[in-house]
Nanobody, 122 residues
Framework: QVQLVESGGGLVQAGGSLRLSCAAS????????MGWFRQAPGKEREFVAG?????YYADSVKGRFTISRDNAKNTVYLQMTSLKPEDTAVYYC??????????????????WGQGTQVTVST
């Protein structure tokens, strides 16, 4: 079993930056494919970024967000810059127990964190 705990959310003005962290326990991070998703009120959960042997991104965040992993700390990060009000959502960390798995579909992931709120004001 894998436990995921997100942190780093908060309130930021448009154009600002935040870094989200996701601490994993129960399994070595290097054996997992990891992803970040987000869900705004009244909307479906959507893919933001993923990483296994390389990172990949949703078009809406490409060039602004960076996903990275620190296997020594068993932590994955999402650095968010040039934030926009439309980035406001609850952000979730997810893990796929297949290292070469992951992807942009929520059904591909086996474990989820509890989420952290990101609010971008105008």
């Amino acid at each position: 079993q894998v436990q995921l705990v997100e942190s780093g959310g908060g309130l930021v003005q448009a154009g600002g930056s935040l870094r989200l962290s996701c601490a994993a326990s129960g399994r070595t991070l290097s054996s997992l494919a990891m992803g970040w998703f987000r869900q705004a009120p009244g909307k479906e959960r959507e893919f933001v970024a993923g990483i296994s042997w390389s990172p990949y991104y949703a078009d809406s965040v490409k060039g602004r967000f960076t996903i990275s992993r620190d296997n020594a700390k068993n932590t994955v990060y999402l650095q968010m810059t040039s934030l926009k009000p439309e980035d406001t959502a609850v952000y979730y960390c997810a893990a796929d127990k297949k290292y070469l798995g992951g992807g942009s579909q929520t059904a591909s992931y086996d474990y989820w964190g509890q989420g952290t709120q990101v609010t971008v004001s105008t």
